[in-house]
Antibody, heavy 120, light 106 residues
Framework: EVQLLESGGGLVQPGGSLRLSCAAS????????MSWVRQAPGKGLDWVSY????????YYTDSVKGRFTISRDNSRNTVYLQMNSLRAEDTAVYYC?????????????WGRGTLVTVSS | DIQMTQSPSSLSASVGDRVTVTCRAS??????LAWYQQKPGKVPKLLIY???TLQSGVPSRFSGSGSGTDFTLTISSLQPEDVATYYC?????????FGQGTKVEI
């Protein structure tokens, strides 16, 4: 079955850190770029970060630059999001998403998401 | 950055109605536009990409059109299972921005 499964969310204090993981299965993970997209409670979708299939190229939305780091381990079919210096406004469900491919940077497979709550 | 604006923010229609959702880009994006459906409590699902190409398995009552700055998602005959929030997303350049969403109710 083709799927993405996120883990690592939880409650963290402002200024703290978390590392999210997303395990892929059912497709050739190393052939596809991956992204993280978040959704604050009751709000819309917000693209966060992207990593190329090889891991050689990454992009971030401005609000997380310098605080978040995306990485991947193609031998483990897993993509990660290291989140440091967390703020209350980072509270959201974080979805891992597979990028369609080629020059088509939209998302054709989504995980179920993991909730990150930043609060004291 | 290019901004994506959807209208309306919400709508209510009857079963069988034709429903139209609009997405406008603040600059031209050619046809680099996707539409997603997110049912209540569920994960987003890709409906349409390249402005008008239906993703495999998506019912044919969904269609998309447009190019440049103005785009439309149409549901030709609204069904109860179409109750959801619909998002557009531009993907021509980073950042890959979503519209704010349109909630469709019956």
């Amino acid at each position: 079955e083709v799927q993405l499964l996120e883990s690592g969310g939880g409650l963290v204090q402002p200024g703290g850190s978390l590392r999210l993981s997303c395990a892929a299965s059912g497709f050739t993970f190393s052939n596809y770029a991956m992204s993280w997209v978040r959704q604050a409670p009751g709000k819309g979708l917000d693209w966060v970060s992207y990593i190329r299939d090889s891991g050689a190229g990454t992009y971030y939305t401005d609000s997380v630059k310098g605080r978040f780091t995306i990485s991947r381990d193609n031998s483990r079919n897993t993509v990660y999001l290291q989140m440091n210096s967390l703020r209350a406004e980072d509270t959201a469900v974080y979805y891992c998403a597979k990028v369609y491919g080629g020059n088509y940077w939209f998302f054709d497979l989504w995980g179920r998401g993991t909730l990150v709550t930043v609060s004291s | 950055d290019i901004q994506m604006t959807q209208s309306p923010s919400s709508l209510s229609a009857s079963v069988g109605d034709r429903v139209t959702v609009t997405c406008r880009a603040s600059q031209g994006i050619s046809n680099f536009l996707a539409w997603y459906q997110q049912k209540p409590g569920k994960v987003p699902k890709l409906l349409i990409y390249a402005a008008s190409t239906l993703q495999s398995g998506v019912p044919s009552r969904f269609s998309g059109s447009g190019s440049g700055t103005d785009f439309t998602l149409t549901i030709s005959s609204l069904q109860p299972e179409d109750v959801a929030t619909y998002y557009c997303q531009k993907y021509n350049t980073v950042p890959w921005t979503f519209g704010q969403g349109t909630k469709v109710e019956i």
